[in-house]
């Protein structure tokens, strides 16, 4: 169920839980006006500012909290085990279809805002603007369009490609024209583009990067860069971008075997960018496999190195890559959990630490007067069991009620 809600409401529950590390707030409520908080507290103060007319809508068995932030997501992918040849042989309007039902999902698992790092034909900026005017049920949506790569490399197939200072400026400012609201760029190789550089091989060079990021800046929009091998992490670093995606110091022996990772740690804490190692709920069942298991294991015990450093984690689960579907956005959450953050900062991760590095915290990320209002609803305190964000029972996102599929309001 999805309906579009003018004027106020008000949401109460059992316990609300306006942001992580706050206080928590027994018997707590929320009153939205046109789709923005307009306070938040105890129950019995927010229904009595909202007045006798208001309606309300109770969970007195459930927590409020904040709506999730989902960093890293590709909606042209459909994560089945070979996403790019189905991305290939679909048209775009079978492809922008399939995009707004991801979108959906994005939506069911509690994710009221996404970026989407990588699309073909600028396909997420239509689907942000359809959300947008409430035509579709989906979260706010930031998008890229294609990403910046080299002829041939990672990702090439969106139509990103760029291979002189002169072209990436050409294809930052045609994504941007197009309606993108950041840049990304393919620092490094990967693992889903055949005959494609490694993930361990750099792609630009740091004096390429920086004319990517300052094309982007010109225009005031921020850079995201995807990084896997020490080198392309070091140079996007120096050049200033605002988030770092999967940043595994990987080189030829995998993912996170690089020993500069300690020395580089505390300069990316100094940096303020934010890092989103793209964990995703396909790590269960990667993991099942002992290879895979050391290979996990290597990635949290970075994760954990990196947070303890002070380096800003945020959440993004890479969602249309294999195995890494739209609706696991809670067991992608689970896995900071289990590289030993506490829960605290495990939300952090998808609400305030995302928020800010989006550049949205005036707009999302807490549930204050004068953000958006991005709720969810859940059974169970997420303090006492994370697992209670893998089946959201209800999400307000904008000001906009959503029932998740398969959930019915008692």
């Not at 630009?204 to 920086?210: I, K, N, V, Y």
Request: glycine share 12%.
């Amino acid at each position: 169920m999805t309906e579009d809600l003018s004027g106020a409401r008000v949401y109460t529950a059992g316990l609300l839980l306006p942001e992580p590390g706050g206080a928590a707030v027994p018997d707590g409520a929320v009153l939205v006006r046109d789709g923005v908080i307009a306070t938040a507290g105890p129950a019995r103060e927010v229904c009595a500012a909202a007045g006798d007319d208001v309606p309300v809508t109770a969970f007195p068995d459930s927590t409020l909290l904040p709506g999730l932030i989902d960093t890293h997501v590709h909606l042209v992918f459909d994560a089945s085990p070979d996403p790019v040849s189905a991305l290939r042989a679909a048209d775009d309007r079978t492809l922008l279809l399939a995009m707004a039902r991801r979108a959906g999902q994005l939506l069911d698992s509690g994710v009221t805002t996404a970026r989407d790092l990588g699309d073909r034909g600028q396909l997420g900026a239509v689907l942000r603007e359809a959300v947008a005017a409430r035509v579709v049920p989906g979260p706010r949506l930031l998008t890229s369009g294609a990403p910046l790569t080299v002829t041939g490399g990672h990702c090439w197939y969106l139509g990103g490609q760029a291979d002189s200072e002169q072209e990436i400026r050409r294809v930052v400012r045609a994504n941007l024209a197009a309606g993108a609201s950041w840049v990304k760029v393919m620092a490094s190789g990967g693992t889903f583009t055949p005959g494609g550089p490694p993930p361990w091989s750099s792609q630009f060079s740091r004096s390429e990067l920086a004319v990517a990021v300052a094309e982007a800046r010109r225009f005031g929009r921020r850079v995201a860069v995807h990084a896997h091998g020490t080198q392309a992490v070091e140079d996007a670093l120096s050049v200033g971008v605002d988030t770092l995606e999967h940043c595994s110091f990987a080189t030829s022996e995998g993912a996170a075997t690089d020993p500069r990772a300690a020395e580089l740690a505390p300069l990316l804490a100094r940096s303020g960018t934010a890092v989103c190692p793209t964990l995703s709920g396909a790590l269960y069942d990667a993991r099942q496999g002992s290879a895979m298991k050391k290979v996990v294991d290597r990635v949290l015990e970075l994760v954990l190195r990196l947070h303890r450093q002070g380096v800003s984690l945020i959440a993004g689960t890479d969602a249309g890559m294999p195995g890494s579907r739209f609706d696991r956005f809670g067991e992608g959450l689970e896995w900071f959990g289990h590289a030993g953050l506490s829960t605290t900062a495990v939300l952090e991760t998808a609400t305030v630490n995302a928020a800010a590095a989006l550049g949205l915290s005036d707009r999302t990320g807490r549930i204050a007067p004068g953000l958006d209002a991005d709720l969810l609803v859940v059974d169970g305190d997420p303090y006492t069991d994370l697992s209670v964000l893998r089946r959201p029972r209800f999400v307000v996102a904008q000001g906009r009620p959503h029932l998740p599929a398969g959930r019915v309001i008692r």
